[in-house]
């Protein structure tokens, strides 16, 4: 390619030599050419820009019509789609007189592209009709390919799943027939994006895998990073995060080299929607702010919907309903006045979460059911499967436990048939809520078990520990609802082991990520790893630590809010990069497998630590009930206490009485703080008396003259036990 433009620079010299405006013009469209093909397009618009300047001098309408087209084409890559239409329009009117057929389709080609990407689908199909039938006139076979592609696309775009996949087969079957490796691996990632959609991530990913080493090997970036992109969502969907984080890490490196807008958009918002199921809030919501601020910048209505619709659901897990509802709207909005009606059905279905966390349970239904009737005639399986999961719920929080049960037995088989494991754990928790209330505690318990080692299958496959922490945040309920059940059936038969089950349960939720880090420190992950890998994660993080400080600084000056958010978004690819590479390092030592599947010892290794004259008391805080186990060498008791609100209102309560002394507050005068300390070491034997009682008090004859240890949950790490002994 360098060779190719040095080139056409010497043959544009000797034109300008002998005073050849036509030959310059050519050289430079040509030169313009070989940098849109490396996807350098701001110097590809510069150079098609010079020669239009030609063009127009000479009054040679054609080249004047190709160079109109090439500049629109450049200003779509560049996200600047209002100026591109114009540009588009008179290049389509200048061939339509000139009678150049194959330049009109072209025209109308772009502006296809054009309306697809502001979410007209159907401004996108009028055009790519018109091109189609002139491309066929012509017998252009690749640009018809390409075309054929794109239609599937725009049909996938309104949800006609089927059509939009016999459009791609239609394509495939044109550029095989010539060889055309570019176009067949065009088809290919197109086509896994349907089977996609339809729920069938192993199909895609089929496609996906074939689709990348053909870009690849022909050194098509954009396409190549497209192929990882939807490889990285379809792993995603299948839970199995660190190879999707893989993924979206190797096409972001290629869409920010390249400059590819909407190619990293996508990336962004997949890339958060994983962070969140992660339980990385906070870095979903970097990756959905920049995607937004690139989708709006950029005027791309159809992703900026997704990237709304995103930040609206990372505002409702977060329990703010109003900024929820404003994003989730807007995005409604868009989808609406886009005819886009899948994701339109999405995100109707987040609203109707949104009105059942508000009380409004039968409104939900309803929006549940509309949802639900979009997506079963789009045969979209798996939001299908989300929004009967939706609708169990709902029925359940009305207490109908038989439709509950029969929509979440219905998103199971779907969550199965589509392979989302993170579905079906969740499905099984809600499947296990019905058969508790309903009296059948054993199917919930058995339930619960699947969906925990469901959870820690997908911890395994995570190999960065701070993923592995925060994606075990999130499943923190399974354990709670799995202890639950153990302990009601310890009740009912005391003499079996299911409290010694239930504290193991307990010990596996509290202590798995200090297990991690005890067991890859034992493991020594970094012993035969390549060399390169440790420098590069050394750089890494230096550079990390550089660019913070930076940002900090940034921060601290208005004038450099622009910086400030600059350097943010580099942090993000940057911290990215890292955790692949310490995912690399991880999994190139061969005691990895042993190391992830490493579980805590059981009760009886624990018994083995503690001296006769030594206790451990182990407790675990729920919503409607806690418990505490008195674990001694040779026995085990456990016993019930009240739910996670009234045990940790009064441990609050303990610690700012106990700590009243040290606190110093603003503005206050020493007869007031006087005052207030008296107030608290006045309060403080009450409040210490009946904390004794409700966290002490079942064992307080067993731990007379004992060492006593104890194992805090929650709010309970701020007590000091020695004071309430």
């Not at 996807?39 to 150079?47: I, W």
């Not at 009709?129 to 390409?146: F, I, M, N, P, S």
């Not at 190999?463 to 310890?490: F, G, I, K, N, P």
């Amino acid at each position: 390619n360098r060779k190719a433009i040095a080139e056409y620079e010497k043959a544009r010299m000797l034109y300008r030599e002998i005073n050849d405006l036509s030959g310059q013009a050519m050289a430079l469209q040509y030169t313009g050419r070989v940098y849109e093909t490396q996807s350098n397009y701001p110097r590809a618009l510069e150079f098609y820009s010079r020669a239009l300047e030609f063009w127009q001098r000479l009054d040679d309408r054609r080249g004047e019509a190709l160079a109109l087209q090439s500049i629109g084409g450049m200003n779509v890559f560049l996200g600047n789609v209002d100026a591109a239409l114009p540009l588009l329009h008179k290049s389509a009117e200048i061939h339509r007189v000139t009678g150049d057929k194959e330049g009109e389709a072209l025209a109308y080609h772009e502006t296809a592209n054009i309306f697809f990407q502001k979410g007209d689908f159907a401004g996108a199909l009028e055009n790519f009709q018109l091109a189609e039938k002139l491309y066929r006139d012509v017998g252009t076979k690749a640009l018809l390919g390409y075309l054929l592609s794109n239609m599937g696309e725009a049909y996938r775009g309104i949800g006609e799943l089927k059509t939009a996949a016999d459009y791609q087969n239609q394509a495939l079957a044109v550029f095989r027939a010539m060889n055309h490796l570019h176009g067949i691996a065009t088809g290919l990632v197109y086509l896994g994006l349907v089977h996609s959609e339809r729920g069938e991530a192993r199909q895609a990913i089929s496609y996906y895998e074939q689709a990348a080493p053909l870009c690849a090997s022909l050194e098509e970036r954009d396409c190549e990073a497209r192929a990882y992109n939807f490889l990285g969502a379809a792993y995603a969907s299948l839970a199995e995060p660190q190879r999707a984080l893989d993924y979206y890490a190797k096409s972001a490196a290629i869409y920010r080299q390249r400059g590819q807008t909407v190619g990293l958009i996508r990336m962004l918002i997949s890339s958060g929607a994983l962070y969140v199921t992660l339980g990385e809030s906070a870095r979903a919501r970097e990756f959905f702010n920049e995607a937004l601020s690139l989708a709006r910048k950029s005027q791309n209505r159809l992703e900026e919907a997704t990237a709304l619709r995103n930040v609206g659901e990372l505002f409702q897990t977060e329990g703010d309903t109003r900024s929820a509802r404003l994003y989730l709207e807007q995005a409604l909005s868009l989808q609406r006045a886009t005819r886009n009606p899948l994701a339109e059905a999405v995100t109707l279905a987040r609203l109707g979460l949104l009105a059942n966390s508000e009380d409004r349970t039968p409104e939900a239904v309803a929006i549940f059911e509309i949802a639900l009737v979009i997506h079963r005639n789009l045969g979209a399986k798996p939001d299908q499967a989300l929004t009967l999961h939706n609708l169990g719920l709902a029925h359940y929080q009305l207490g109908d436990f038989t439709k509950a049960l029969n929509h979440f037995d219905q998103a199971l088989r779907l969550f199965r048939e589509t392979e989302n494991r993170n579905g079906e754990a969740m499905t099984l928790h809600r499947v296990a809520m019905v058969q508790r209330k309903t009296g059948r505690t054993e199917d919930a318990r058995k339930s619960m078990a699947t969906a925990l080692a469901i959870a820690e299958t997908i911890r395994g496959k995570l190999a960065s520990t701070d993923l592995r922490s925060a994606y075990l945040a999130t499943v923190q309920q399974y354990y709670e609802l799995y202890v639950d059940l153990l302990m009601e059936e310890h009740r009912a038969h005391p003499q079996k082991d299911f409290a010694v089950r239930a504290l193991e349960a307990s010990e596996q939720a509290r202590a798995r990520s200090l297990v991690d880090l005890l067991h890859e420190a034992k493991a020594d992950l970094r012993r035969d790893v390549d060399p390169q890998l440790l420098v590069r994660e050394k750089e890494l993080t230096e550079l990390i630590n550089g660019k913070s400080d930076q940002q900090q600084t940034a921060f601290t000056d208005p004038r450099k809010a622009e910086l400030a958010k600059a350097l943010g978004q580099e942090l993000n690819g940057l911290t990215l990069e890292l955790e692949t590479l310490q995912a690399r390092i991880r999994e190139s030592n061969s005691r990895y497998a042993e190391f992830v599947s490493a579980r805590p010892s059981p009760i009886t290794e624990t018994q083995k630590l503690l001296e006769p004259d030594t206790v451990l008391l182990e407790y675990k805080l729920g919503d409607e009930r806690s418990y505490v186990w008195l674990i001694t060498a040779n026995g085990l008791q456990s016993h019930e206490l009240a739910g996670r609100s009234e045990i940790e209102k009064l441990a609050q309560q303990f610690y700012q009485s106990l700590t009243a002394r040290n606190q110093l507050l603003k503005n206050e005068t020493p007869g007031q703080r006087r005052a207030r300390v008296e107030t608290a070491d006045r309060q403080l034997g009450a409040i210490g008396e009946k904390l004794r009682g409700l966290l002490l008090g079942p064992f307080v004859s067993s731990l007379a003259g004992k060492r006593v240890l104890i194992v805090a949950d929650g709010a309970l790490q701020y007590v000091p036990f020695g004071a309430l002994l």
